[in-house]
């Protein structure tokens, strides 16, 4: 059974720095993986799907790499901003699931003025 | 717009009621999902459906009941038997490429 971890479980940091928050799976025979969003009592956005044949995707100051192999992804978030406070939530699919995610506990992100 | 629309958006349930959470898309995607989600803590699956009239239990279904009579709706009903339902309960859908879409959730309460 695929399990999800996320590292660190809660981060707190100024203005402008930049961030790599880590998701690690068990399953390396995955199919993709999403990186999520999730802003206090709301539903999830997703941010970046990368496909198993790939490295990393980017969209605009995010950046999530996939080492399917050693079971990791990493999301680098650039230049933060107190507008990134939030929940990111990493989901790989794996091949044997038919489209079903595990979802990784979290890394709950505050970005301080 | 195609979306996910989830209500109500905030249920209260009394001890040995059952009560019934919507979910409707728009997206005509085949797949839909209902997840759970605890305080600080990730989501689990409690079932899934692929495609209409057929759905499956995830990982944690006891004490949950589903059905898919329409592409468009998955409804989940809360029984007497789900013995902590006090939860925050998201739906998502998906079409048979990769992606995910989820609805902004209900929060479920047992008074």
């Known amino acids: 059974k695929q399990e999800v971890t996320q590292i660190p479980a809660a981060l707190s940091v100024p203005e402008g720095e930049n961030l790599v928050l880590n998701c690690s799976f068990t399953d390396s025979a995955i199919y993709n993986l999403q990186w999520f969003r999730q802003d206090p009592g709301k539903g999830l956005t997703s941010l970046l799907l990368?496909?198993?044949?790939?490295r990393e995707q980017t969209s605009g100051r995010l950046n999530a790499s996939l080492d399917k192999s050693s079971g990791r992804s990493t999301l680098y978030i650039a230049a933060s901003q107190p507008g990134d406070s939030a929940t990111y939530l990493c989901?790989?699919?794996?091949?044997?699931?038919?489209?079903?995610?595990?979802f990784g506990g979290g890394t709950r992100l505050m970005v301080k003025p | 717009d195609g979306g996910i629309t989830q209500s109500p958006k905030y249920l209260f349930r009394k001890e040995g009621q059952n009560v019934t959470l919507s979910c409707e898309q728009n997206l005509n995607h085949d797949a839909m999902y209902w997840y759970r989600q605890d305080p600080g803590q990730g989501l689990r699956l409690i079932y899934y459906s692929q495609i209409v009239n057929d759905f499956q239990k995830g990982d944690i279904a006891e004490g949950y009941s589903v059905s898919r009579e329409k592409k468009e709706s998955f409804p989940l009903t809360v029984t007497s038997a789900q013995k902590n339902p006090t939860a925050f309960y998201l739906c998502?859908?998906?079409?048979?490429?990769?992606?995910?879409?989820f609805g902004s959730g209900t929060r479920l309460t047992v008074v």
């Open positions: 990368i496909q198993s044949s790939q």
């Open positions: 998502a859908s998906s079409p048979r490429a990769p992606g995910y879409t």
């Open positions: 989901a790989p699919r794996a091949n044997n699931a038919g489209n079903m995610l595990t």
